[in-house]
């Protein structure tokens, strides 16, 4: 029962690298999240996915890409690092909508950018 | 926007006894309200949802959460404290501004359960 699986747990970047996260769920879900975590700020949600091949922004898209090649997968990419987007990321995904369907959530993954 | 406020940022309790953790919102229209958790180190985890119906809702692992339409609160509640409660808990509400349901989350509340 893997769930929903980030890679990596942890990472540090120089400013200006770039690196991509992956999410996997073995769900069979449609509706796919990335969402980070700052202090005092809850969690805020960078770009989604409602099906494969599909993707939107959200909340705080700005310095991401993502892609939904295949269903199980989404992934979040960081072009060019910057110390502002240190952060815990999180990947979620629900069979529905987020509101109808409880949301299944990864481990996260603690990036930090020097 | 939709919005819900956590004006706590910890609440300390002792086994055995009972916890609230608040939660107030701000919405137009109908609220949809969750509570989420999140242990250590871990993903977060659904507790409970309010949609419509009874005000008292009854979740996972216990907890319970009561809806209060005047006073705008859908605070977090647990007779009986226990150690392993202690985590970070998450109010949630629907926001369908952009036509594409989403949740919007509080900043979080850190709850400590001491033996």
């Known amino acids: 029962n893997a769930g929903v699986t980030q890679t990596p747990k942890f990472r540090v970047l120089k400013t200006g690298q770039s690196m991509t996260l992956l999410c996997a769920q073995d769900?069979?879900?449609?509706?796919m999240y990335w969402y980070r975590q700052d202090p005092g700020m809850g969690l805020r949600l960078i770009h989604y996915?409602?099906?494969?091949?599909?993707?939107a922004k959200g909340e705080v898209p700005d310095g991401y890409n993502v892609s939904r090649l295949k269903k199980q997968n989404f992934l979040l990419g960081l072009e060019s690092a910057a110390p502002s987007q240190t952060s815990v990321y999180f990947c979620a995904s629900t069979t529905g909508g987020i509101v109808s369907t409880e949301a299944f959530f990864g481990q996260g993954t603690r990036l930090t950018v020097v | 926007a939709q919005s819900v406020a956590q004006p706590e940022d910890q609440v300390n309790v002792a086994e055995g006894n009972p916890l609230t953790v608040k939660c107030t919102y701000s919405v137009s229209g109908n609220p949809y309200l969750f509570w989420y958790v999140q242990y250590p180190n871990r993903g977060l985890q659904f507790l409970l949802k309010?949609?419509?119906?009874?005000?008292l809702v009854k979740g996972s692992y216990g907890f319970e959460a009561e809806f209060n339409k005047s006073q705008t609160s859908f605070h977090l509640k647990k007779p009986s404290a226990l150690v392993s409660d202690s985590a970070l808990y998450f109010c949630a509400v629907r926001d369908s501004v952009t036509g594409f349901q989403k949740l919007v989350f509080g900043t979080g509340t850190r709850l400590l359960v001491s033996p």
């Open positions: 996915s409602v099906g494969e091949g599909t993707t």
């Open positions: 309010y949609i419509t119906g009874d005000n």
């Open positions: 769900m069979n879900h449609e509706y």
